[in-house]
C-alpha cells in the first residue's frame, strides 16, 4: 500500500488541510480564531508543513517534497528526472484534495461570510499589490531562499553528515515559517505550484455561497514564479556539490 506517489498525495493533502484550514480560520465569520491575524496563519502554516513531511513518510515517500518547485530542484541537482511527473501529479491531486475537505470542514461558515475576495484567500494566493513583475520576482525569490535553505540543511556541506534526517522537518517548517513572515506579505507566498494551482481549481469547482471568480489572469504568477526560483536554486546546489 505504501509508495512514494501515494506519500507525497497524502502528504501535500494534510498540508493543505491544515494549511488552508488555518486561512479559514482566521477569514469566515464565527469561526472561533476569526480575525487571528498573519502571525497565526504563518504559524499554522508552518506546522502544516511539519504534518504533511511525516504524513508522507509514513505513506512511503521518504523525501517529503509536497511541493513540485522542490521535486524540480533535486531533479537539477542530482540529475535524475523520472520522480518530476509522477510527484508533481500527486502533489497536484492532493493538493485539491486538501483544499475539498477545508471547505467540508467549514461548510456552515461559508453562507455565514460575504467577502468573495476572502474566500478565495482561503484556497489560493493573491497580490497585494497586483504587478505582475514584481509578484513574479516575489515567487522566484521565496522560492530560491526556501530550497536553498532546505538544501543546506541536508547538506554535507555544512554538517558532517548533513543535518539530523529526525530534525530535517522541523527545520524546514522553520524555513516556511521564516519565509511567511519576512517575504509573505506581498503575494502570499505561495512558494509551490501545487499550493496555489489545486485549491484555485478547487475553488473554480465546488458549490461556494457568495464566491467570485478565481482570478485566473494571477494564476500564472504562483506556478511560474517557484518552478523558476525552484530551478535555479536547483542549479547552485548543483553547482556546489552540496
Known amino acids: 500500500m505504501r509508495s512514494p506517489v501515494l506519500g ?4 501535500t493533502l494534510i498540508l493543505m488541510l491544515l494549511g488552508n484550514g488555518v486561512v479559514a480560520g482566521v477569514l469566515l465569520k464565527r469561526s472561533k ?15 502544516a508543513v511539519l504534518s504533511g513531511i511525516f504524513t ?12 513540485p518547485g522542490f521535486t524540480l530542484a533535486f531533479a ?13 501529479a500527486a502533489q497536484l491531486a492532493g493538493a485539491f484534495a486538501g483544499a475539498v475537505l477545508v471547505w467540508l470542514f467549514y461548510l456552515p461558515h461559508w453562507r455565514l461570510s460575504e467577502d468573495a475576495e476572502a474566500k478565495l484567500g482561503i484556497f489560493c494566493t493573491s497580490p ?23 538544501g543546506a540543511i541536508s547538506s554535507r556541506l555544512v554538517l558532517t553528515q548533513g543535518a539530523a534526517a529526525g530534525l530535517s522537518p522541523f527545520l524546514v517548517s522553520c524555513v516556511i ?7 509573505g506579505g506581498t503575494t502570499g507566498y505561495a512558494i509551490n505550484p501545487a499550493r496555489d494551482l489545486g485549491p484555485r ?6 458549490p461556494i ?30 553547482a556546489l556539490g552540496a
Open 177 to 183: 515559517w521564516g519565509i511567511g513572515l519576512s517575504l
Open 8 to 11: 507525497e498525495f497524502m502528504g
Open 76 to 88: 537539477i541537482e542530482h540529475g535524475d528526472y523520472s520522480r518530476l511527473l509522477p510527484f508533481a
Open 33 to 47: 480564531v476569526e480575525g487571528a491575524g498573519w502571525f497565526v496563519i504563518t504559524t499554522g502554516w508552518a506546522f
Open 209 to 238: 455561497p457568495g464566491k467570485a471568480g478565481s482570478d485566473w489572469a494571477y494564476a500564472w504568477v504562483p506556478v511560474l514564479g517557484p518552478l523558476l526560483g525552484a530551478g535555479a536554486a536547483g542549479l547552485l546546489l548543483r
Open 128 to 150: 497585494a499589490v497586483r504587478s505582475y513583475g514584481a509578484n513574479l520576482f516575489s515567487e522566484f525569490l521565496a522560492t530560491f531562499v526556501l530550497v536553498l535553505v532546505a
Open 56 to 67: 508522507a513518510g509514513l505513506f512511503g515517500s521518504k523525501d517529503g517534497h509536497l511541493n
Open 201 to 206: 481549481i478547487a475553488h473554480a469547482l465546488l
